[in-house]
């Protein structure tokens, strides 16, 4: 049974900076390619950024450059340093895995196989 738990989610005012986890079990991320997903009401998932399983990275526009995606193999965690925070960045953050994947391989979220339950991300004016 794979699990992917979020957590680190919260209020925030703009400019501000947050840092997300993802718990991975029944998964190594050694072998995974892992993404981050957002979603607003009435909107699709949004692609985020990725690690590919060979640990190489994929960032959206919106995102490059204010946002960090990385691992911590000892916890089987996953990490989005989420810095510069904009309103538009509030959402509900979703964590994904699929196995030996690639970053382009994990941009559409018709191709990931396991997903967290999300946690919410508020940023204020």
């Known amino acids: 049974q794979v699990q992917l738990v979020e957590s680190g989610g919260g209020l925030v005012q703009a400019g501000g900076s947050l840092r997300l986890s993802c718990a991975a079990s029944?998964?190594?991320?050694?072998?995974?390619?892992m993404a981050w997903f957002r979603q607003v009401p009435g909107k699709g998932r949004e692609f985020v950024c990725a690690?590919?399983?060979?640990?190489?990275?994929l960032y959206s526009d919106s995102v490059k450059g204010r946002f960090t995606i990385s691992r911590d193999n000892a916890k089987n965690t996953l990490i989005l340093q989420m810095n510069s925070l904009k309103p538009e960045d509030t959402a509900v953050y979703y964590c994904?895995?699929?196995?030996?994947?690639?970053?382009?391989?994990?941009?559409?979220?018709?191709?990931?196989?396991?997903w967290g339950k999300g946690t919410l991300v508020t940023v204020s004016t």
């Open positions: 994904a895995a699929v196995k030996w994947a690639t970053p382009s391989g994990l941009r559409s979220p018709n191709g990931i196989t396991y």
């Open positions: 029944g998964l190594a991320l050694s072998t995974a390619g």
């Open positions: 690690s590919g399983w060979t640990t190489t990275t």
